[in-house]
């Protein structure tokens, strides 16, 4: 994660419209698998990492933002 670990030491943020696209997951499902399989583990390893996710659209992605001890933020749509 060379790219990453270099934005998080710059203090860029990484904006990202988090869902997973994978046919076996339901459309409704998507953000909240993308949270549980993407962004959790990276935000584990990259804490300094600050985040934006962009229009949020689940309660269970605005309460995965509220558990992230900061760098982590949100746009609702």
Known sequence: MPVLEE???QEMPLLVHG???SPEVDVFD????FVETV????VQRLPQLKIVMEHVTTLDAV???E?????M???LL
């Open 73 to 75: 933020t949100t746009e």
């Open 19 to 21: 869902e997973v696209t």
């Open 63 to 65: 309460k995965f933002v």
């Open 39 to 42: 962004l959790g583990p990276l």
């Open 67 to 71: 558990s992230c001890q900061e760098g």
């Open 30 to 33: 998507r953000e909240k698998v």
């Open 7 to 9: 934005m998080a030491e």
